[in-house]
């Protein structure tokens, strides 16, 4: 499994090989040796899996997790092909207010690590897409925190070739200048703290 930095502090893209033949594909997802030496730490323990399926164009997100208790992750497409997107929402960070974005897809089967306290969102480009995700954490509704996939000040590559499908929720959801005015970001040195736990594989 090979790896790569992206430019967000502490987040990876990991592409996995891939086994074809005439009964179809055979990959591993995750592989916890690649991971610890590109990541720095065991990979967290799961206390969350979950998935979603998405129709052309439907955009998730952009959501981070209140810290704490904060939450990483570990996303990957099995199906269809989706535009993943990262922001730095860490204050204090050294890349805050920057961002990534990474095809994920069925041909490649790239997987994203997403630290904890970062933002997360993606645009699926075809139906049916499918996107799988480990989590740090379980999900709470009130620990889920939004900003605007579509913050001007932010740029992001939401396409313009077709419709946007959001939520009333992310549609409405603050700029990142917004929430960071209003005290609603993580700490990036909180978030350093939380991750360092899951060497202890806690």
Partial sequence: MKSQKLQVEGAFVFTPQVFRDDRG???ATMEE???TETVGHPPFPVRLTACSRSRRGAVRGMHYTATPPGIAKYVHCSHGAVLDIIVDTRVGSPTFGEWDSVLLDENTYDAVYLPVGVAHAYQALVDDSVVHYLAS?????DHEKPISALDPALGLPISSEFEAIMSEHARTAPTLAEAKAAGLLPDYAECLEIEAKFRNGR
């Fill in 25 to 27: 594909v055979l990959l």
């Fill in 33 to 35: 040796d690649a991971f």
């Fill in 137 to 141: 954490g379980t999900y709470h509704p």
